[in-house]
């Protein structure tokens, strides 16, 4: 490890300063979760990366655990009926925001029968904001609750794009999000509910689109 990483809270000290300037919004800790070093890659350019997450060990731990007390959330029709009932009602909502606060009425549900904990709801949450931002993205003609048109072939093909690159480079995972470089290493968030996130997003492009993933192959 490189004599400047030598102190794991002086590094984290750093970084969360460098994350107050660069990201917008108001700020969080993060912890570094770990570093990945790369000896192949060409030194001209930042191939070592660090990750960092806001969630402590003992909730991330926690995630498969609380998943598994949320069987609701992983059935398509489960999920269906309070979006049904939520799109009835704001017939102007993005069809995606309806699913992100159908399942976030599941979740809520759930803390107030205390099969979960807030902190648990919590971890849920971010899984869903982050499967919120992906589904925007290939749903770009962000449609509304009201209407009955179908998907593009365009967003069909980004869909099963982003579940063809899980597969086959799952190191390319498109719930690792990003930041920069930072003293020359790649700053990365580290994702243990990736397997998860796609199965979330899975469950919402059906429930959106109405199409189930059989019917998309050679779209």
């Known amino acids: 490890m490189p004599e400047n990483f030598s102190s794991l809270d002086s590094l984290t000290r750093r970084l969360n300063s460098w994350f107050d300037e660069k990201v917008s919004g108001p700020p969080l800790e993060r912890r570094v979760v770990g570093i990945k070093q790369d000896k192949e890659k060409a ?14 060990p003992k909730f991330v731990g926690r995630i498969d655990t609380v998943i598994n007390c949320l069987p609701e959330i992983l059935d398509v029709d489960n999920v269906r009926t309070p979006y049904k009932k939520l799109s009835e009602e704001r017939p102007l909502d993005r069809k995606t ?7 976030e009425g599941i979740v809520v549900n759930s803390v107030k029968s205390l099969t979960i904990s807030p902190e648990d709801a919590d971890l849920v949450r971010a899984g869903l904001d982050s499967v919120l931002v992906i589904l925007d993205t290939v749903l770009w003609s962000a449609p509304l609750a009201c209407s009955s048109d179908g998907p593009r072939k365009a967003e069909k093909q980004a869909f099963m794009d982003v579940l063809e690159l899980h597969r086959v480079r799952g190191d390319q995972d498109v719930f690792r999000r990003y930041f920069g470089d930072f003293e020359g290493y790649r700053v990365i968030t580290y994702c243990p509910g990736s397997m998860w996130a796609h199965i979330f997003l899975a469950i919402a492009w059906e429930v959106c689109t109405g199409e189930r993933l059989t019917s998309l192959k050679g779209a």
């Open 97 to 103: 925001l309806i699913w992100r606060d159908a399942v």
């Open 43 to 56: 030194l001209s350019c930042p191939v070592d990366t660090i990750f960092v997450s806001r969630f402590e």
